[in-house]
Nanobody
Framework: QVQLVESGGGLVQAGGSLRLSCAAS????????MAWFRQAPGKEREFVAR????????YYVDSVKGRFTISRDNAKNTVYLQMNNLKPDDTAVYYC????????????WGQGTQVTVSS
């Protein structure tokens, strides 16, 4: 099992930046593919970005490409999401998810952190 705790959310004006962090505890962090998802009010949870166990493989949803960067520090058991040029449409609760390498289901989740972007 791995436990996840997100932090770094807040209120920011459009065009601003935030850096989310997700601290993991429990089993070997480097055995997990990590991802960020988000859920806006009245909408389903959507995938935002993921990063492979070694940090060299990343993938983003089209709407955040060029603005968001996912990274990880396996020595600190932490994954980050740097969000630049934020837009009101980025407003959502952001969740950190983990899945074991070789599996397809994210089955470990944090409690979420609210990001609000004002226009």
């Amino acid at each position: 099992q791995v436990q996840l705790v997100e932090s770094g959310g807040g209120l920011v004006q459009a065009g601003g930046s935030l850096r989310l962090s997700c601290a993991a505890s429990g089993r070997a962090f480097s055995n997990y593919v990590m991802a960020w998802f988000r859920q806006a009010p009245g909408k389903e949870r959507e995938f935002v970005a993921r990063i492979g166990w070694g940090g060299g493989s990343t993938y983003y949803v089209d709407s955040v490409k060029g603005r968001f960067t996912i990274s990880r520090d396996n020595a600190k058991n932490t994954v980050y999401l740097q969000m630049n040029n934020l837009k009101p449409d980025d407003t959502a609760v952001y969740y950190c998810g983990a899945r074991a390498v070789g599996t397809s289901t994210y089955d470990h989740w944090g409690q979420g952190t609210q990001v609000t972007v004002s226009s």
